[in-house]
């Protein structure tokens, strides 16, 4: 499978979802495949169960505003969340759902497109577009870290081949930004 | 060269250029990370990866806030884990829980000084800016990372210039114009952006209100918020600083994402109605609702000058007997201190419970969840749906006189009027 293309079909999330609404912080020190099952559950049931059916989420505006905690992020990838398109969303939901290997792409267009749950669609990273009914939406360049992290599967698989390097290199390890 | 913001100013020496520009990415290597009880996640990640030395542990702390004392022995075993990896790696110090929350404990204790930049793994972070560092929320997997290798990659922020102007009328508080800032701008009004204070009213604000308006940047959705160095933050960190400093003030011609302008004068008592924190509206609009719990905590509003706010609306007279008050100190030192004055003896001879510091109520895992139905008042910083532990609760936010006078009538009550009575 090519890296620079995820291709998958969407749940259809709406506005103001907060992260706190995601995954409540009762359940942030769950095994994973547990806070899974507590994904969304907040929002509805209907919400849990197509999450999980669907590796991307179309989320509204701020969906995963809000607290800071990574456990919510973690429930996503649990899950078999993918990535998360729309937006525009929250700072620290983005970094903690790259951290955890789920892409997070603005783009607001897509959020107005008319997609209906079950839809598939094309992130293209090279070429820096959304595919969704025949169009294409455009997106900002994903910057290098942020590939190199989620193409290591997460941060912390990212995190090891630097303490690799560095072991072998006897060099600092350093995140390789420019 | 390109004058630059105070933001842009901490991250280009903090990622060892001459200059950085918004949206550049940079590799920075924070002056400072602090954690809390979810320090056992950055644990596993540290591990995980492979690491076994943490990278400036002499400038590393964590402060247990989030669910002490231990609700189970999950919790419990997790605290555990996180002392025997402090005490192991060195850490500059650790705070057993009941110390204070760490965003207070971390300013009040002068880890985090004038320039610095300040990463911890909790949205509240900016909550340092009020001593004018630039500080930065991050996740846990990202504070292992930071340990692991003594960097995270951040995306250089817009600056917005925030303008104060004008007197706070009696009654109003720095709570109240944060939530009219929130109000105005929206939880996603600061998204990617760092707001600068500014303005001859800003200049008058104290340390504590200062806080409470860096606190709440969170709310906006911003990276982080400052209050440029000034004489108000030399009195504060001398003889408190326990690293060296150097303070850093925005050049005169940097490019802001833009200006906003806030007559304080005309400000009202603000309550942010239930389900988001940009709900803002004047007190008057929601006077008389009733309420069944009121929260006097949070590391937004529960310092010394705040408990004293309440203290004085609820010396002497009786909390209504249906509404459950608990008041939490943000820090222990904030709890003698008011032992000391006199202020929390009021409050608890007026019917308020009190607890231990930390974030208690506001976490919503522990101490204070909401049954069905019911609505709390708070002078905390979020009410999304659920953040008190139930979904089908509401949550309102205000100032602590606002919760203080409600807190008498037992339905959301302006101070205002409680104010005038008890005094002259």
């Given at each position: ?7 998958g ?16 912080a ?5 095994p ?9 559950t ?14 991307i ?54 959020v ?67 | ?33 602090y ?11 540290f ?9 400036g ?53 002068g ?9 911890a ?88 209100e ?187 936010l ?27």
């Open positions: 499978m090519n890296d620079d293309i995820i291709r079909s969407v749940a259809v999330l709406g506005d103001f979802v907060s992260a706190d609404v995601i995954l409540p009762r359940y942030s020190f769950l994973p495949e547990e806070m899974a099952r507590h994904l969304l907040d929002l509805s049931a209907e919400a849990n169960a197509s999450a999980r059916e669907h590796p989420l179309l989320a509204g505006q701020a969906f995963g505003y809000g607290t800071g905690r990574e456990s919510p992020a973690r429930a996503m990838r649990a899950a078999g969340v993918k990535a998360v398109v729309g937006g525009p969303f929250a700072r620290m939901f983005f970094r903690n759902a790259i951290n955890n290997g789920v892409l997070v792409i603005d783009c607001e267009a897509l107005h497109a008319g997609l209906a749950q079950g839809d598939t669609i094309e992130i293209d990273i090279e070429r820096c577009e959304v595919r969704a009914k025949g169009q294409a939406f455009p997106i900002a360049p994903i910057p290098d870290v942020v590939k190199r992290i989620v193409q290591a599967g997460s941060l912390i698989e990212y995190g090891r081949t630097l303490m690799q390097e560095s072991s072998r290199g006897g060099g600092h390890a350093t995140t390789h930004a420019r | 060269m390109r004058p630059l913001t105070l933001a842009e100013k901490i991250l280009a020496r903090a990622s060892g250029q001459s200059t950085v520009m918004p949206d550049q990415i940079v590799e920075a290597k924070p002056d400072f990370c954690s809390h009880d979810y320090a056992a996640f950055a644990i596993d990640a591990e995980e990866m492979g690491a076994t030395r943490v990278v542990a002499d400038r590393a702390v964590v402060c247990f806030d989030h669910g002490t004392p231990a609700d189970n022995a999950r919790d419990a075993n997790n605290h555990r884990k996180v002392r025997d990896f402090v005490r192991k790696h060195k850490f500059a110090e650790f705070y057993e829980g009941g110390f204070g929350i760490a965003h207070q404990v971390m300013v009040e204790e880890f985090v000084v004038p320039g610095a930049l300040v990463a793994n909790d949205s509240h972070a900016p909550s340092g800016g009020s001593v004018g560092a630039l500080a930065i929320g991050t996740g846990e997997t990202e504070m292992g990372f930071l340990w692991a290798t003594g960097n995270i990659w951040l995306k250089v922020p817009r600056t917005l210039r925030v303008e104060l102007s004008g007197h706070l009328a009696r009654g109003v508080y720095a709570k109240d114009i944060i939530l009219q800032i929130i109000a105005k701008l929206g939880v996603l009004g600061g998204l990617y952006q760092v707001m600068e204070y500014h303005g001859e009213a800003a200049g008058r604000l104290s340390m504590s200062r806080f409470t308006l860096c606190n709440m940047a969170a709310e906006l959705g911003a990276k982080g918020a400052v209050f440029p160095y000034d004489d108000v933050t030399a009195e504060y960190v001398s003889g408190r600083a326990r690293f060296p400093f150097e303070p850093v003030l925005p050049d005169p011609g940097a490019a802001y994402s833009g200006v906003f302008d806030l007559d304080l004068s005309a400000l009202e008592p603000m309550v942010a109605l239930p389900g988001r924190e940009d709900r803002g509206v004047p007190v008057s609009e929601v006077d008389g609702k009733k309420v069944d719990q009121i929260f006097i905590g949070s590391c937004t509003n529960a310092r010394v000058d705040d408990l004293a706010v309440a203290a004085q609306i609820l010396r002497g007279k009786k909390i209504h007997p249906d509404v459950r008050l608990m008041v939490v100190p943000a820090s222990r030192a904030v709890a003698v201190e008011s032992t000391r004055n006199g202020d929390l003896l009021a409050l608890m001879e007026a019917g308020a419970t009190v607890m231990p510091s930390g974030c208690a109520v506001c976490a919503g895992a522990h101490q204070g969840v909401l049954g069905d139905g019911e609505v709390c008042l708070s002078t905390s910083n979020r009410n999304m749906p659920g953040r008190m532990g139930n979904k089908n609760a509401e949550i309102m205000c100032s602590p006189a606002t919760a203080a006078a409600s807190a008498l009538a037992g339905v959301v009550t302006d101070a205002r009027r409680v104010l005038k009575e008890s005094t002259r």
